[in-house]
């Protein structure tokens, strides 16, 4: 699979909304280390005070993702729940929640540190959760033999997702999530699962549900602190000289392929026999592309092991000739003579 659908074509101002922008929220999602070398891995929120109070309170839960198109940067699944009778008077009428990529990315980040304050209402009454999946992760599964293409990889994180919640104990009702693609095939799936959930899988549904736009500011906040946190190791790497003789970074900016700064930095960076590190998802065709330009003079040979085909099952058992000796006799390596024998 080359760059997904989502990077048809981006224009100038949809490049600078996915930006990551100067000063972006560290949520807890954010795991540094793990994000550096290359690993997947889920966070959950505390449950909030509220629900735990209560375990039969009913729950509305909201599912969406940030980063579904980049060849930089992991893709993060996010959920989002709270009380049924809070939707939308909390979410949307006081803390004006809206699908991400229609706020500044300033906004959100408040949102997110709100939401990470203990003495908040949105803190007190709301959970969540994120799912990051890896650059590195995403393009071993899709390269393999056996194909697991990103919609399967984004559908086993949405249910991992929930299927957590659910075991702590959670009330859910009402479920909602944005999808790409056929929302019907997506809901029947989930139905199977949970029969007993009303869910509804829709597209837009960020911008029409708003624990949906909950969860989508959740996503983005995380995708855009661990881009920051996967270029960290670059920082210095790739700075250059600047006007006065001081050093500029070259920032590789929304990571997406039809960003004329990402693909800028992809070509500078790019090493002709390993290519790029962790953060680069070498399944897009944009990474394919610029390294078989670039390994174009680079040979690598694999030597061909045997297979062993010509074997036959007695000669596991005896010599192939006389020369080859007793396999028992010598397993140790030295061969039992009759002069040791006599010692």
């Given amino acids: 699979m080359a760059d997904t659908i989502e990077d048809l074509e981006m224009d100038t101002q949809e490049i600078e909304l996915e930006t990551p922008s100067s000063g972006v929220f560290m949520a807890p999602s954010v795991w540094k280390s793990d994000i550096i070398t290359g690993k997947s891995y889920s ?37 989002f729940y709270l009380p049924i009778e809070m939707h939308r008077t909390l979410l949307a009428d006081t803390h004006h929640f809206d699908d991400s990529k229609v706020l500044t990315a300033e906004f959100r980040s408040e949102l997110m540190r709100k939401l990470c304050t203990p003495s908040s209402d949105l803190h007190s009454s709301c959970g969540w959760a994120t799912r990051l999946l890896s650059a590195r992760d995403i393009s071993a599964h899709m390269l393999q033999p056996a194909v697991y293409n990103l919609n399967a990889q984004a559908m086993d994180a949405t249910i991992d997702l929930i299927k957590e919640v659910l075991a702590r104990g959670v009330n859910v009702k009402e479920i909602y999530i944005d999808t790409i693609g056929k929302p019907e095939i997506y809901q029947k799936k989930l139905e199977r699962i949970w029969p007993t959930i009303n869910i509804t899988v829709a597209k837009k549904a960020d911008s029409l549900y708003p624990v949906v736009s909950a969860a989508s500011v959740c996503a983005k906040v995380t995708r855009d602190a661990a881009l920051d946190v996967c270029y960290e190791p670059y920082q210095d790497a790739t700075s250059q000289e600047g006007t006065g003789g001081k050093k500029e970074t070259v920032a590789w900016g929304s990571g997406y392929p039809s960003d004329v700064r990402t693909t800028t930095w992809l070509k500078a960076n790019i090493d002709p026999v390993f290519g790029w590190g962790p953060e680069c998802r070498f399944s897009w065709g944009t990474a394919k592309e610029l390294l078989e330009v670039k390994n174009s003079d680079v040979r690598v040979d694999w030597p061909v092991e045997e297979d062993g085909n010509d074997m036959r099952m007695t000669d596991f058992f005896g010599s192939k000739g006389e020369s080859a000796g007793d396999e028992l006799v010598d397993w140790f390596g030295r061969r039992v003579t009759d002069e040791m024998e006599c010692f």
């Fill in 43 to 79: 966070h959950y929120s505390p449950i909030p005070d509220a629900i735990e109070a209560d375990k039969g309170m009913e729950v509305v839960l909201g599912v969406d993702e940030a980063g579904r198109g980049p060849v930089l940067g992991p893709m993060v699944y996010a959920l």
